[in-house]
T-cell receptor, first 111, second 112 residues
C-alpha cells in the first residue's frame, strides 16, 4: 500500500531561522495536502497542491509539489513561536479519496 | 473551531467494554471520514462515507469496529470488546468534496 514518509522527524530552530520539511510518497499522487497540528490539537488544513511542479505561497510558508508528483516540501521563512507544531503532508492516490498522512515533522522554536 | 464536533472528548473504559463515539460534520458536507491517531504518529485512515454510503474501510478496521451514518448527517463509530491497543485519538473529518478535510477535536480513548 501507499506509504508517505517525512523528514526530519523533529526540528529545533532558533526563532527567526528558516525551517523545511520534506515529504516522499511511494506512489504517484493525485494531489497532496499539508496540515498543521498544534500540541493537544487536531490537524488543520493549510493547503492543497494538485499540479506537477506547483509552488504556492502563504505569507512566510512556501509549498512545492514535485515534478513526478511523488514528493513535496514545506518551507517556513523566519520562524516565529506561533509556528510551533507538527506539520503533516497527506497524499491522495488517483481513484480514491482517503488521505494517507505522512509521519510528520515536529517543529519546536527556541526563543 | 472548524464546525465539526465530536462527543465525547474523552472516554476511559475497561478492557472488554463497548464504546461509541459520535461525530457531527459541517452540515452541508456530504463526505465524512474517521481516522485514528496514536501518540507521535500521523492520523491513519479508518473509513469514509459519502452521504449515508460507507465507501471504503481500512484493513485497520477489524470486525470489532463498526461505523454508521444512517441519515447522511452525523456518524457513529463503535468499538466492541475494547483492547488496550485501541487506546488512541479518534478523529472525524468532513468535506464538501474530495479535497479539503475539516477535522473535529477528536475523542481520546483510554482502555485500562
Amino acid at each position: 500500500g501507499q506509504q508517505v514518509m517525512q523528514i526530519p522527524q523533529y526540528q529545533h530552530v532558533q526563532e527567526g531561522e528558516d525551517f523545511t520539511t520534506y515529504c516522499n510518497s511511494s506512489t504517484t499522487l493525485s494531489n497532496i495536502q499539508w496540515y498543521k497540528q498544534r500540541p493537544g490539537g487536531h490537524p488543520v488544513f493549510l493547503i492543497q497542491l494538485v499540479k506537477s511542479g506547483e509552488v504556492k505561497k502563504q505569507k512566510r510558508l512556501t509549498f512545492q509539489f514535485g515534478e513526478a508528483k511523488k514528493n513535496s516540501s514545506l518551507h517556513i521563512t523566519a520562524t516565529q513561536t506561533t509556528d510551533v507544531g507538527t506539520y503533516f503532508c497527506a497524499g491522495i492516490d488517483f481513484g480514491n479519496e482517503k488521505l494517507t498522512f505522512g509521519t510528520g515533522t515536529r517543529l519546536t522554536i527556541i526563543p | 473551531d472548524t464546525g465539526v464536533s465530536q462527543d465525547p472528548r474523552h472516554k476511559i473504559t475497561k478492557r472488554g467494554q463497548n464504546v461509541t463515539f459520535r461525530c457531527d460534520p459541517i452540515s452541508e458536507h456530504n463526505r465524512l471520514y474517521w481516522y485514528r491517531q496514536t501518540l507521535g504518529q500521523g492520523p491513519e485512515f479508518l473509513t469514509y462515507f459519502q452521504n449515508e454510503a460507507q465507501l471504503e474501510k481500512s484493513r485497520l478496521l477489524s470486525d470489532r469496529f463498526s461505523a454508521e451514518r444512517p441519515k447522511g448527517s452525523f456518524s457513529t463509530l463503535e468499538i466492541q470488546r475494547t483492547e488496550q491497543g485501541d487506546s488512541a485519538m479518534y478523529l472525524c473529518a468532513s468535506s464538501p468534496q474530495a479535497d479539503t478535510q475539516y477535522f473535529g477535536p477528536g475523542t481520546r480513548l483510554t482502555v485500562l
